[in-house]
């Protein structure tokens, strides 16, 4: 249902009530934030929407902590669009524990793990995302003006994007709640043109590249300035920056001319442009009327051969992870039921001690290695997945279960729950899941193969420059491979009956079988 009007939802202490939100209607996620936090404490967190999300803008997310965000496939927009300005959760109540002891035990022994640096723990608890921008924009993970470039040819001054140039904004760090890596920063913008006298969070790597790579913009100040206006406004930056791209492209192949965006200089690199054009994005004014809801509805909209600059797989923009440099990023834009998800299979990397755990499955593929090498990938691709799947749906982070040992999630869902949990209940729990997923899109008329894959992104034709140079990727093959580890159809992705039946999901088959 639709409200009538402006409402936010209360959840004290398990009780919920519905609130008139109609004096924070129109305000922006910080201001909301605020307005909550004093009404209800400093302990109540907040998750809401800004402006654009009020809009219905197809790219608007949910923010929380001013700045983190549920950013992609326009979340906000259906928060919008349900009138539904914020969840609001506070409360005192105590965590039911099976087993109090060995959860405590458990929480110390990953702890540890975490501070003596396992898996990603070191990268997490200093630089965080951000000490991997200029090596992405080097590596070639990073795409370059709007996927067509290569960064060590079109990126002027790469260097700004060195950790310890960015570092010099950072005016302290934050935490989510109880986390030992610490690897939220807040900075400051003491003078200039994008001045920032409120703290404000450190773009992460995604954010960064998005406004950066992707626009060939080393102007950091200029990043931090539009990861501002997308937080307040309620915007996912990943899908802003890459529609900025787009359109930056339209106005260099004269598909947009000046008359068309106010007289604004909309080439690559030009940092006061960017900034321009995000703001009107997220006020859906001007150009930004046609940009806000994304390049696959921009281009409808400009026509004119403009969809060969559209970058996006089932209308979801790509985010900063070259298939070119990694492979399988291509079958996991594509392959899974949410689309152009760079987070889903955990970004093809391996969690510590899964490949010893499970050594009858090649994992030496990992983000970024071998990426000449197309074969072979399946079987991790659905470990991973599948993995991952508990990782969303149990809430746990994904930059823990990269920071621990594989073990933490079946050792600490048994102690909290008293089941007797392992790893491999996991991956079929997880499997389970994903037929779940894909039966629901494949119910509502979404067939994940069906939809086009930017050919740039795989490198058709492939580039002639920089560290991919030559790579093009086999996403038939790869999808071949996957499909037959998961047992899906390769045309209609349809699950196996037998496969539904194995899963306990047998009452589906009616639903895409069309049988009793």
Known sequence: ?????????????????????????????YATEDYLKTKYGKNAYVACIGPAGEKLTKIAGVITSKGKAAARSGLGAVM??????????????????????????????????????????????????????????????????????VGIKDLKDISEYKYENI?????????CYKCIMGDWKYVMIESGPYSLKEETHM?????????????????????????????????????????????????????????????????????????????KIAKREGIGEILADGVKNAAEKIGKGSEKFAIHVGGQELPAHDPRFEPSMASIYRN????????????????????????????????????????????????LSCLNH???????????????????????????????????????????IGNMRLAFALREGVNPVKWNFPKVALGDPPLKEGPTAGITVDLDLLTKEFFGEMEWDPETSKPSKKKFEELNLGWLIKDLYGEE
């Not at 398990?14 to 109609?22: L, R």
């Not at 206006?229 to 260099?252: H, K, Q, V």
């Not at 760079?342 to 499955?361: F, N, R, T």
Request: with cysteine.
């Open 1 to 29: 249902g639709i409200s009538k009007r402006p409402v936010y939802l209360l959840i004290d202490n398990g009780k919920a009530t519905i609130c008139d939100a109609s004096e924070i209607w129109g305000k922006d996620t």
């Open 336 to 383: 899974e039921p949410t689309p152009g998800r760079h987070g889903q299979a955990s970004q093809y990397c391996v969690p510590p001690k899964l490949a010893e755990l499970m050594p009858d499955i090649d994992f030496s593929f990992s983000f970024g290695n071998k990426r000449n090498i197309m074969h072979g990938r399946g079987k991790a691709q659905k470990v």
């Open 167 to 175: 570092a010099k904004y950072i005016v302290r760090r934050g935490t």
């Open 203 to 279: 773009p992460e790597y995604e954010t960064a590249s998005a406004f950066g790579s992707y626009l060939c913009n080393t102007n950091f100040e200029s990043i931090i300035m539009c990861n501002d206006i997308c937080n307040r406004y309620g915007l996912d930056t990943i899908s802003t920056g890459a529609t900025i791209a787009f359109a930056m492209m339209c106005f260099e192949a004269g598909i947009l001319t000046k008359s068309d965006t106010e007289g604004i200089e909309l080439n690559f690199g030009n940092h006061q442009a960017i900034v321009e054009i995000t703001l």
């Open 80 to 149: 919008g669009s349900k009138k539904l300005k914020a969840v609001v959760v506070r409360g005192e109540l105590q965590v039911p524990l099976a087993n109090p002891i060995m959860v405590e035990n458990l929480r110390k022994k990953y702890i540890k793990q975490a501070k003596d640096g396992v898996g990603f723990a070191k990268m997490y608890s200093t630089t965080g995302t951000p000490g991997y921008i200029e090596a992405g924009a080097i590596n070639g993970d990073s795409p370059v003006k709007n996927w067509f470039g």
């Open 390 to 432: 508990c990782v969303q749906s149990l809430g746990c982070c994904l930059w823990g279960y990269l920071s621990t040992e594989v073990t933490f999630m079946p050792e600490c869902l048994s102690a909290v729950t008293g089941w007797d949990v392992d790893l491999n209940e996991l991956v079929t729990t997880g499997e389970r």
